[in-house]
Each structure stands twice: as C-alpha cells, then as structure tokens.
C-alpha cells in the first residue's frame, strides 16, 4: 500500500514564493509513474496544478503561467511544488498525487493561504 504524506503549506503574503512537498512510502513501480499536484478551493472540483513523470516531462495547469515548477528526487520518492509570485486566488488545499497503472493515490492536503 502506498502512502503519500504532504508538507509546506502555509500562510504567505502576496508575491511571496513556497515550496510543497509529498513522500511516497511503500512499493511501486517508478518507470510507470505520474506524480502530481493538484488543488481545491472551497466549493469547487480539484484542479491540476501540475504532473511530472517517470522521464522528467511536465505538465501544468493552465493558470501556472511559469510561476510554479514541479521536480522531483533522484530516489523518484519525493516530488515537490515551488510556487512563486503567489496570489491571493492561489490559496486553497493542494493536494498530491501518485497514478501507477491503475493505482491512483492521494495524501491529506495542506493548506496553502495567500494573502493580499
């Protein structure tokens, strides 16, 4: 069973930058691997923020425009989120993910809060 255990969320000023992470305990297959961010805010559907897979290649949301960048570690356990030039609409719970094949994983949520 794989678990996934986020980190970093804060409360930040407006224009400040953060950096998130999630660590992955337990077996999986890292050539196979998606991992992910992804947010909410109150009332709405989970949004994608960004993936990165096995190979390196990123995909981002559509409201990122360059100021956030996801990697990830050598061991493929951890992967990160540095967010830059925060905005206010930026705060909600960010979530990380893991799909490998058919397996899709999700860690707790850490609440980010940006103020103006």
């Known amino acids: 069973q794989v678990q996934l255990v986020e980190s970093g969320g804060d409360l930040v000023q407006a224009g400040g930058s953060l950096r998130l992470s999630c660590t992955a305990s337990?077996?999986?297959?890292?050539?196979?691997?998606?991992m992910g961010w992804f947010r909410q805010h109150p009332g709405k559907q989970r949004e994608l923020v960004a993936t990165i897979t096995h190979t390196g290649s990123q995909n981002y949301g559509d409201f990122v425009k360059g100021r956030f960048t996801i990697s990830k570690d050598n061991a493929e356990s951890t992967w990160y989120l540095d967010m830059n030039s925060l905005k206010a609409e930026d705060t909600g719970v960010y979530y990380c993910n893991l799909r490998v094949g058919s397996f899709l994983g999700w860690g707790q949520g850490t609440q980010v809060t940006v103020s103006s």
């Open positions: 337990g077996t999986f297959s890292r050539v196979h691997s998606i």
